[in-house]
């Protein structure tokens, strides 16, 4: 049996794709949560910039207000949303809101990603509950997780696909042949890239949200600005249909791994990715999420991860959570963390694959061969493709660190008989 | 910041395969649980069968007893993990720890499937944890997704894969076309079946799993006893190609579904899975959990769901959350649930795969189709395959009620021209 009902009065901070599913997911579902848990959960008031603007969302009188500042000092408010995304306002505000006493549920992964370990120790210094989910892969239950229930367990690396709109374009070019322009144009027509892509391919998008996964993962603090980023503008029909040849999917992961020296290495970028391995097989504008503990195997958690209404589902979640815990007058600690200490993007190690365009004539392979030995560059694979001017040698490698490969591929540019390097892609083993 | 340190004695029953792992990773962890939760475990009394017994875990003197009653009823003992098995003595145990206030983690799924409302209001009425994540698919973390993340957002269908010697040897049959029998020879030879295999292969394991996560999902109480089941010994080398041929993969799928009209539907049966399902590519002993709820859509939880160290890592986040919980003061309630109202098997709908063996004569096709819509089943697909003696028919169906296919089935075998309804087999839309 719950304890009697407890009015619990929400005030939401922006009103855009997320904020409106938001209002309308809490009207259809207030009566089944009460239900559930015994908390009426109330639409108080939503902020937004433009009071004239018009909405999807129909809301009573007196909800819309110009104010946020006005509605994080409310008193009668019980837990804010901020929805505003970006830094600035929404750090102060979400500062304000956890001084003044009140949990806050964000789906903001900018902010976390920048300035989390602040945010984490005022909801800390308040006791209240600062809580992220949907800054995460969306509708995905990834942040709860890891710091419920694998708190404990020593994560060694998590690897994502958290940004649907270039594993949206990559699966138009693997599944269609399309060229990157046309599958990127694709996305755009249907919404699911923005006009200027920037964030999405260029991977920053990616990046803010590995942060904030390898600072919940490793419990040390990791912001945007350590990940390292290679997006996929690079990407050529050429390269996929080579790693299918080969029995790979290209996808741009995001990848933390912690190293057994306690640093942390952090970074972007497109992978050849086996097709029997989990992640090859997330589709489309599906996100997911692979972890790696020496306890408990692999883990993979995958699912929509954009969308108003599955992100807003999110922030509904961590609304009851923060709820039940403000009336049991509990909340979920992250705690100070240390600064993580970073593992520098040339020290970070992986399998690579090389494109080479070389020219047809005996000693190339002796050459190019010498070139990687030299640098302590392993081969595990040489194949020759193509005969006189369209001759090129594929090279997959054993793991080898990032600024040999870079040492490699520098040499190789100045040998007579490499015409160009096509590509360099990591390959996951 | 943390609270002080707070010592939590842990009284473990039962020390096979889990315990023994749980011993071990509780030794390992215990520091880097206490740096990040201010919780130091201490393994305080583990409770076995036979003190005799040579095992793979050291313990210190004094720590292992005959007598499992008595570590419930010490009151130096503040978390009881129950990892004997089976119904009784489990059951009085687990009961006897939560009236004495104590919170208790299981990884017992027959337990919690027949007996759990039971064991959730007893907790319930003591106000402590009883918390059960390694009962359902091991190290994946689903039940308490269900019971957090996704509380509040309504559930349509639960699809698992939560048996992995099944998912074992379904995947040997797709990858070796290797036969039923050998696949779980080998499956035996590698320990991942039992000598009598009968609890795994004929569904009854999958079974409680699925009962488990329809009463935490749909918040009503679905017990063992409610799931049909139908396992794998039946399916066929030719099944497994002809499901290829045709872009599927054959699974073992444990499905609940929640109707419209409030009754749920709990069944285990192989099926067929489209190639790009995600279910699909869940290989070798992989579970995973496909959740699909209208507000958030498809979320799936992928990874180990069985072994020694898996199975106690999720055990052992289990505890780290009573533990922090008991300190809080405060409890994960599930509360008292409704009997569910269970929709009967005749009434469950879905796709169905018909494989008949038919005589090679004008006129059949006609004859077998009038008894399709004699029952109402719409028919999706026909093809023939072979001619003569070897002729054989092939339909898929759009959703049809079970009852209807098996009087279709009846109908069928009663035809002069069909010699035999080889295989008949679900499929996944």
Known sequence: MHEETSVVRVG???????????????????????????????????????L?????????????????????DDPDIDVVVELVGGIEPARSLVLDALKSGKPVVTANKELVANVGAELFAAADAAGVDLLFEAAVAGAIPVVRPLRESLAGTPIRRITGIVNGTTNYILSRMSEQGATYADALAEAQSLGYAERDPTAD????????????????????SVVAGDVSHEGISGVTPADIAFAHRLGYEVKLLAVAEHGGDGRVAVRVHPAMVPRGHPLASVRGSFNAVFIEADTLGELMLYGRGAGGLPTASAVLGDVVDAAGNRRRGTYASIGAMPRAVIRPIDEVSSEYCLHLEVLDRPGVLHAVSGVFAEHGVSIRSMEQEGLGDEARLIFITHEAAEASVQATLASLRGLDVVDRVRSVIRVVA
Chains 1, 2 share one sequence.
Request: net charge neutral; glycine share 12%; charged share 20%.
């Open 52 to 72: 004239a603007k018009s909405r999807s969302v129909q809301l009573a009188e007196g909800i819309l207000t110009h104010d946020a500042q006005g509605v994080v």
């Open 12 to 50: 939401v901070l922006g009103c855009g794709n997320v904020g409106a599913a938001l209002v309308t997911l809490l009207a259809d579902q207030a009566a089944s949560i009460e239900a559930r848990s015994g908390l009426r959960l109330e639409l108080a008031r939503v902020a937004v910039r433009n």
């Open 201 to 220: 391919v260029e991977g920053f998008d990616a990046g803010a949200k590995v942060a904030i996964l390898a600072t919940i993962a490793f419990g040390t």
